[in-house]
């Protein structure tokens, strides 16, 4: 607060209640505000998408039988070049990869910008009904 708004609540015998927020509540809000790293995040996705792909190829190929993957072999509609084979296990998982890494990293980078514009209006709206927020236009 600023000190004239210290100096006329004491004149008149109110309590003054200091603003600044506990150490711990700041804390807290620090770690669940923090950024999401959007390269990590991509190749993390990159890493667990393509390795599912690939696992769940080669089972299958290992398995065998007279139609080998049919509903998994729908997914070369969607990346190029693969094929329910070992080789297409490669290729899938190659392209796999690289659509998780793309969604993660989009995903981080609007996370980020979400949190950032929330957190900017909840500020926003508490300086505007702070009750001395006339005072501060001095």
Request: proline fraction near 2%; include cysteine.
């Amino acid at each position: 607060m600023s000190k004239r708004i210290e100096e006329r609540l004491a004149g008149t015998g109110r309590a003054v209640r200091s603003s600044a927020p506990d150490t711990a509540q700041v804390e807290i809000l620090r770690q669940i505000s923090a950024r999401v790293d959007p390269v990590a995040l991509g190749a993390s996705l990159a890493v667990v998408g393509g390795a599912m792909l690939l696992l769940a190829t080669n089972v299958l190929v290992l398995k065998g039988g007279q139609q080998v993957g049919s509903h998994l072999g729908l997914l070369s509609q969607y990346l190029p070049g693969y094929r329910v084979t070992s080789a297409g296990s490669l290729v899938g998982a190659c392209s796999a990869a690289a659509g998780g890494f793309l969604l993660g990293w989009f995903a981080a980078h609007l996370r980020n910008v979400f949190l950032s514009t929330y957190l900017w209006m909840v500020r926003f709206w508490a300086n505007l009904s702070h009750s001395y927020f006339l005072d501060r236009l001095d």
